[in-house]
Nanobody
Framework: QVQVAESGGDLVKAGGSLRLSCVASGSRFTIIKTTWYRQAPGRQREEVASIQENGATSVLASVQGRFAISRDDAKNAVDLQMSSLKPEDAGVYYC???????????????WGQGTRVTVMS
């Protein structure tokens, strides 16, 4: 079974930077799409950024120019580099991976437990 785990969440001051990582593990697999989401207290969960197997990316309009998503296939990792952080960026960030396992040729759609980002105003 494929699993993903997020790391990198921390407490930062407004204007600071953080790099979040989503690392996949398990049996041999191919990830077709990885998506970062976030959820702030009292707000709906929203998609922040995604990256596909073909390299195509999408980024939430409100974070464009400040956030960047990248992939490291050797590490089975997808990173979210965040800069110029604002208080409204605070929340729990989740990673979701969709792909195919090689052994069974079955698709998977898995979520991590999340990592918390706190931004001080």
């Amino acid at each position: 079974q494929v699993q993903v785990a997020e790391s990198g969440g921390d407490l930062v001051k407004a204007g600071g930077s953080l790099r979040l990582s989503c690392v996949a593990s398990g049996s041999r697999f191919t990830i077709i799409k990885t998506t970062w989401y976030r959820q702030a207290p009292g707000r709906q969960r929203e998609e922040v950024a995604s990256i596909q197997e073909n390299g195509a990316t999408s980024v939430l309009a409100s974070v464009q120019g400040r956030f960047a998503i990248s992939r490291d296939d050797a590490k089975n990792a997808v990173d979210l580099q965040m800069s110029s952080l604002k208080p409204e960026d605070a929340g729990v960030y989740y990673c979701r991976a969709f792909g195919i396992t090689h052994s069974t040729s079955r698709t998977f759609d898995v979520w991590g437990q999340g990592t918390r980002v706190t931004v001080m105003s």
